[in-house]
Each structure stands twice: as structure tokens, then as C-alpha cells.
């Protein structure tokens, strides 16, 4: 398993408190953490912190990533439009697995308003911990950026 060090965070209005506490999590199991915002729970837009999460990813500044929302959609959504995101909506452990298993997502999206803390930060945590499998996903996963 390939321990990843360097996180991006970022999430709007809806996930403020959920990245908050994700950010003390993340640092206090030993990962940099860049918080890409927002600072508070005033109403903003999602792409607005979304896409320098994305590009951070993108570019190997982090190695993974990590969206909130309320939904987790508008970040998602956001996040998969730049070339390299494999951005995974997840609201369960066993899809945070599966996730980076099978389709070597790098950003994964929580909705903050579906599920509580706990299970966010179990999600997160599987998600930074699993590595892709490769082998019969690597022809599917080159399928995938047009």
C-alpha cells in the first residue's frame, strides 16, 4: 500500500464544519493538508473551491483529494471537468473502496447533508488508505478522459 502525504481539501457553505473537522483529522493522522477553503459557513460557490482542489490533484501538488458539499454533486460535478479527475461521490465505506479499487478516483466527494461526521472521516480514511488494483482496470480507467 502506497501511503498518500498530501491532501487537498476544500468544500463550500454546506461542508464548512464537516472540512473543518476532516482538516484536524487528516493532520492529526500525520497528513499535509491544503485547504483550499472555504473559511466560513457564509453562503459561497461550490466551483469556487472545487477547481483549485481539482488542479492540485491534477497537477501533483497533492497527491489526493477531498470535496464537501452538501450533496456532494456540484463538487463532483465541478471537480470531473479537468483532464485526470476521477472525482467518486461517496456515502459509504464499501464505495470509498471501490472507488479507488476499480476506478483510481483521486478526489473523493462527501455529501455533508446525508451523512454524519463519523462516517465521513471512516470514508475519507478508506479512501486514502486503498490503492488501485490495476490489472483489469487500467484499460477502463484510459477509457475515461476524452
Known amino acids: 500500500m502506497t501511503k498518500v502525504k ?17 482538516v484536524q483529522h487528516l493532520e492529526k493522522a500525520g ?3 491544503r485547504d483550499f477553503g472555504t473559511a466560513s459557513a457564509d453562503s459561497v460557490d461550490y466551483p ?9 490533484v491534477e497537477t501533483g501538488a497533492s497527491e489526493l483529494g477531498v470535496l464537501i458539499c452538501g450533496s456532494a454533486n456540484g463538487v463532483a460535478i465541478t471537480a470531473n471537468k479537468h483532464q485526470g479527475i476521477r472525482a467518486a461521490i461517496c456515502w459509504q465505506e464499501e ?12 478526489i473523493v466527494c462527501i455529501p455533508a447533508r446525508f451523512i454524519d461526521i463519523e462516517l ?21 480507467v484510459r477509457k475515461i478522459s476524452c
Open 95 to 106: 464505495l470509498a473502496a471501490l472507488a479507488r479499487q476499480h476506478n483510481d478516483a483521486n
Open 31 to 33: 497528513y499535509t493538508v
Open 6 to 22: 498530501t491532501v487537498a481539501i476544500g468544500g463550500d457553505h454546506a461542508g464548512f464544519d464537516y472540512k473543518a473537522q476532516l
Open 48 to 56: 469556487d473551491f472545487a477547481h483549485p482542489v481539482a488542479t492540485a
Open 120 to 140: 465521513a472521516k471512516a470514508i475519507v480514511d478508506l479512501f486514502l488508505s486503498t490503492d488501485f488494483e490495476g490489472g483489469r482496470h487500467n484499460n477502463r
